[in-house]
Every structure is written in structure tokens, then in C-alpha cells.
């Protein structure tokens, strides 16, 4: 995996033709905020459920494509703080009524903080030592989550959620409708994008890469790996938190089977899907396999049998993820195809 | 201690379950020379280079780095306040970056204040980044990989990659370079070049070096001094004159 890794991934700053390059993927990008804007007038309730729930599950899979595709660590924890985000957004808001906002940014500060015990010890181990780690830290969670009682209500779970509430001073808006829900997570999935590019285009992010792809050396150089690496555990974590509150405030119940393997399946099948270690990447994947997801609901007994073979056909005709595949079809639309391309 | 000393090296040991790869080795560097260091493969010549720059931890003894106890320290650390570096025997570099972007991570540390100060992407953080892509472009004009700058470094030459690990130690401003083995597997035009370039660094720049290398004849022309390490220990310490007329350096290493 670390040598798909290494031969795929990009720090975003294209060289070949580089106006023209960046003047197809502003394009595209363009195009896509505009077809996000404009869908809620196209798309029925349900259709905008399914794109709420793939932008939901971007935040934690930004968390992954940072942890995993530029620093080169695979954490299955993501669904862990995940759960965590869902969980304190879900208290705070039962306990103390407090505002979405609030719950939003408690969410991520618990599942940042709630990292850094967890990471102390974990990120002392490397490769397949580490990812089993982070399996051992789901099923704690899962154990937790269903017997911590007192707190989490155990199978049960949490109900009674409060909707979005949005205000300034005495003028306070509800979020119900399906539009304002996707438009408001739109706002936020988009500020965590804008989030995700300044965190990889900073100094650090070139860390990271240098981490990735050569740990000891970066380390002969000056960079504190370890450091970087916790600190990129915890930036993930939040990442992941912020998406759980989302999810704790759409759906208005929360249980232990936020903490099940398949949220943790989801937020990888995103990331590796659409393509690791590249900003498009899980934005595509999101879109695609949640909306993938949703479509086989059609055939409810054989729904995840055909998402398996999807699956599989995905990773052997594109080993890179769907990324690349996008950005080739925007460079041809562009009449760039044909030069000798870069890796980068 | 002698104000000119930039690394002494006092009983150093380390051991390998049952072997003895140091055996209590007493090195001291001067300001402003080249050292050489040699000795047969086995001797220890490495793993005193990874026990100097926190790579591995010694079992006994001490490292000073301008009179400052390092022993220790870890890696990064030694390189970033003692701007102190080193190569590695197998070249490596930072195989999908380009070699500007090498060239700029290799510096970056020693330009930020600290870790968190390089989250940072606000106008301070891009003027000493765009200082950085200046040095690089200097050194990457010095080391004549100007042709092949734009590709990622993994696509380079074993060659072309020798000399972007030379120029990357460059990056951070260092005051001394452990180099291993920096003329292995080069062709004898690249090596011409690496030597100027090591010539370069240690007359221009004032930067101390300590070379291990197999191609003695170069090596006794670049070298202000020669140490030889036999079974990890210390051998020889003299004048590259004296040390290839030495007769106990001839058997166990340069042979008749």
C-alpha cells in the first residue's frame, strides 16, 4: 500500500502547462459549487439526504486523506472520533440546549483533545503495529459507547437531538427542511475543505509529506516527526469530531452503531476510492460512494454484495482512486491530454 | 577542551548483541577540516555516524558538539540546533517532491521558530519560504541540476539524487556534515562534481566535514586528516601522508 502510496499522491502545485492546468481545475471546481448551489432546485428530499450524508462523510475522510495521504499513516480510529463528535454534540445539546454552533466546535475540540492520550502511546508504534492499534481503539469505543449507561444510554442511545438552531440575538432560525440542512453543511463541508488545502499547502504539510515518504531522513533534517505526527493525529481526529456533530444534529439520534465497522469501512472506502493523498480525492469519493451507497438500496438483499463487487472493480481498473480519472477528463476537455505528465 | 573543537567523540561504545561494534572510540573534529574515515566494512565506521547523530543510541560514552553534551539528544534535534547533518550510505531523498521542494523542506525547520509556528500561512510564513526557494535555486544552479530540477526526485539518477542530498545538507546553514559514502556508485564526472561541491561548502562556507569513503585516493586528497577504524576501534590518526605509509593501516585495510 505505502508504494501506491507513494507513486500517486501530490502536494497540488501541477507544473506542466501550470496556467492552464490550474485554469481547468478552477474551472471545474467552479462548476462543481455551482451544480452543488443550484441542486436543492433539481433534486427531491431524499437525493438531498443522500448528498447531506456524503458531505457529512467528507469531514472524516479529509481527517484520513491527511493522516493517511500525507503523512502516510493508516488510522482506522477516524470512526472513533467520529462517534465521539456525534456523542458530545448529542450531550451538550440534551444536557445544556446549547446552540449547534457551540456543539459543532465542542464536538471537534473533544475528538481533537480525546487523540492526543490515544496518540501518545500509538504513535510510538509504526506500520501494521499502528493500525492494529487503532482497530483495538474501535472496539473500545464500541464496549464504551454500549455500557458506559449512565452517559451514553448504552443500546438505546441518545434521542431527541435539537435541530440546527442559527441566530443572532433575539432573530433565531431552525434548520429543518432538507435544503437548509444541505446548504448549511454545504457552508461548513466547504470551510473544512478550505481548511484541509491551507493545513497541506503550509510548511507542515510539506512536513508531512516529507514523513511519508522518508521518515528518517526528515527526522536527519531538523523535523520532528514524532511531534508532526501527533499533531496531524489530533488535526484528524477533529476533522473526524466536527463530522460526527453534523451527523448527531441531522439525524437527531445517536448509538452505539455510530462506532460499528462500517462507518470506519465508509470514511476508507472514500478516501482510498477516491484517491489518496490528493484534495479532489475525497471530495469525489464522498459524492460517489455514499451516492453508490444509496442507489443499491433499490435491491435491499443484494445491496452490499454488488457494492463489494463495485468495489473491486473500482480498485482494479483504477488502483489510483477516481481523482485522477477526473482530472485527466478535465484536461481533455481542456486540450491538454496529450503531453508527457507529472507525477506531482 | 580545545576551542577549535567541533566534535569530540569520548569512549564510545556500542554493541550488537555480541558483537562490539565500538569499542571505545575517542575522536576529536576540528573547526574548519575535512576528516576522513576509513577502515575496512564491519569496522564501525557507520554506526559511529548514527550513534553521533542520535540515529541509534550508544551504550557507554559521550558525543560533544561544540563543547555541549548531545549524547542523547535526538535526531532531530542535533540537526536543528547543533546544525549538525549527515548523509546516509544508501542515498535518500524525498522521492515524490521535486528538487526544490527538497531543497526547501531541508531548510524549513531551521527558519520556523517551532513546529506550530509551521501551520501557519500568513505573509511571515511565505517570505521565509520564498527565501528558502531563492537559496534553493542558487544551489540548485551550484550543483548543475538545473535539467532535471522539475522532476520528482525519485525519478532522478542515482547520481543526480547524490547531489540533491549533498545540496539539501546545505539548506539548513550547517556548521558540520557527517558524509557516508558520498561518491559510491557515481560515474567519475559526478564524482569531480561532488568534490567541488564538498570543496565549495568547506572553504567558502566554512563547513566542517567528516568523510567515510572507499576511494582512498580521493579521499587523501580531500582530507585534512585520516582516522582509521579496525574491529571498532581506533586504528590511526594522522596525516593522509602518514596514515597511507603506516604499516598496520596497510594490512588491515589498504593492503600491499
Not at chain 2, 586504528?235 to 601522508?241: I, Q
Amino acid at each position: 500500500m505505502k508504494q501506491a502510496i507513494l507513486s500517486t499522491t501530490t502536494l497540488d502545485t501541477p507544473r506542466m502547462p501550470a496556467t492552464r492546468v490550474a485554469a481547468v481545475n478552477w474551472s471545474a471546481c467552479a462548476a462543481g459549487v455551482a451544480a452543488l448551489l443550484c441542486a436543492p432546485l433539481f433534486l427531491g428530499d431524499y437525493y438531498l439526504h443522500a448528498m447531506v450524508l456524503a458531505m457529512i462523510f467528507l469531514l472524516p475522510a479529509l481527517g484520513l486523506n491527511l493522516i493517511l495521504g500525507y503523512t502516510g499513516m493508516l488510522s482506522l480510529a477516524q470512526g472513533v472520533f467520529f462517534g465521539l463528535g456525534a456523542y458530545a454534540s448529542a450531550l451538550m445539546s440534551i444536557h445544556f440546549g446549547t446552540p449547534f454552533l457551540v456543539n459543532f466546535i465542542v464536538a471537534g475540540l473533544v475528538a481533537g483533545l480525546v487523540a492526543l492520550p490515544l496518540g501518545i502511546p500509538a504513535l510510538r508504534l509504526r506500520d501494521t503495529s499502528f493500525v492494529m492499534c487503532t482497530l483495538g481503539m474501535v472496539v473500545i469505543a464500541q464496549m464504551v459507547s454500549k455500557n458506559w449507561i449512565d452517559l451514553t444510554r448504552g443500546d438505546m442511545g441518545l434521542s431527541g437531538v435539537a435541530r440546527p438552531r442559527l441566530g443572532f440575538g433575539d432573530w433565531v432560525y431552525t434548520v429543518i427542511k432538507a435544503p437548509e440542512y444541505f446548504y448549511l453543511v454545504l457552508a461548513l463541508a466547504a470551510l473544512a475543505v478550505a481548511a484541509f488545502v491551507a493545513l497541506i499547502r503550509s510548511p507542515a504539510g510539506r512536513c508531512m509529506v516529507a514523513i511519508r515518504d522518508n521518515e528518517t531522513l526528515a527526522e536527519s533534517l531538523g523535523v520532528p516527526t514524532w511531534t508532526y505526527k501527533l499533531l496531524v493525529f489530533m488535526l484528524s481526529a477533529v476533522f473526524a469530531g466536527l463530522g460526527g456533530s453534523l451527523y448527531a444534529h441531522f439525524s437527531t439520534v445517536v448509538s452505539p452503531l455510530v462506532f460499528q465497522a462500517y462507518y470506519s469501512n465508509t470514511i476508507l472506502i472514500i478516501v482510498l476510492g477516491g484517491g489518496v493523498g490528493k484534495v479532489p480525492g475525497a471530495i469525489i469519493g464522498s459524492f460517489v460512494f455514499v451516492a453508490v451507497s444509496e442507489a443499491l438500496r433499490i435491491t435491499p438483499e443484494l445491496r452490499m454484495v454488488i457494492y463489494g463487487f463495485v468495489l473491486l472493480g473500482l480498485v482494479f481498473l483504477f488502483p489510483q482512486g477516481l481523482a485522477p480519472l477526473f482530472q485527466r477528463a478535465a484536461e481533455r476537455i481542456a486540450g491538454i491530454g496529450k503531453g508527457p505528465r507529472d507525477v506531482r | 577542551m580545545s576551542a577549535e573543537s567541533m566534535l569530540r567523540i569520548e569512549g564510545l561504545r556500542k554493541n550488537y548483541g555480541a558483537v562490539a561494534a565500538l569499542q571505545g572510540v575517542d575522536i576529536e573534529v576540528r573547526r574548519g577540516e575535512v576528516m576522513g574515515l576509513i577502515g575496512p566494512n564491519g569496522s564501525g565506521k557507520s554506526t559511529l555516524f548514527d550513534c553521533c547523530t542520535g540515529l541509534q543510541r550508544s551504550d557507554a560514552g559521550r558525543v560533544l558538539l561544540k563543547g555541549v553534551d548531545i549524547t542523547g539528544w535526538p535526531m532531530n534535534r542535533i540537526a536543528r540546533e547543533g546544525r549538525f547533518l549527515r548523509s546516509f550510505q544508501k542515498t535518500v531523498v524525498f522521492p515524490t517532491l521535486d528538487s526544490e521542494e527538497n531543497l526547501v523542506l531541508a531548510g524549513q525547520m531551521s527558519r520556523f521558530p517551532n513546529v506550530l509556528s509551521t501551520f501557519w500561512v500568513g505573509p511571515s510564513a511565505r517570505k521565509r519560504i520564498q527565501a528558502l526557494r531563492e537559496r534553493a535555486k542558487e544551489l540548485i544552479e551550484v550543483t548543475g541540476l538545473a535539467r532535471v530540477a522539475h522532476l520528482p526526485a525519485g525519478h532522478m539518477s542515482g547520481g543526480q539524487q547524490k547531489l540533491l542530498q549533498f545540496a539539501s545538507m546545505l539548506m539548513p546553514e550547517p556548521e558540520l556534515i557527517l558524509l557516508d559514502e558520498p561518491l559510491a556508485g557515481i560515474n567519475p564526472v559526478l564524482i569531480e562534481k561532488v568534490i567541488q561541491c564538498i570543496e565549495h561548502a568547506n572553504k567558502e562556507l566554512g563547513v566542517t566535514f567528516v568523510v567515510i569513503e572507499h576511494n582512498t585516493d580521493v579521499l587523501m586528497n580531500l582530507s585534512h586528516r585520516v582516522v582509521v577504524l579496525h574491529q571498532g576501534a581506533k586504528l590511526a590518526d594522522a596525516t593522509p601522508e602518514e596514515v597511507v605509509r603506516n604499516p598496520e593501516v596497510i594490512e588491515a585495510y589498504l593492503g600491499g
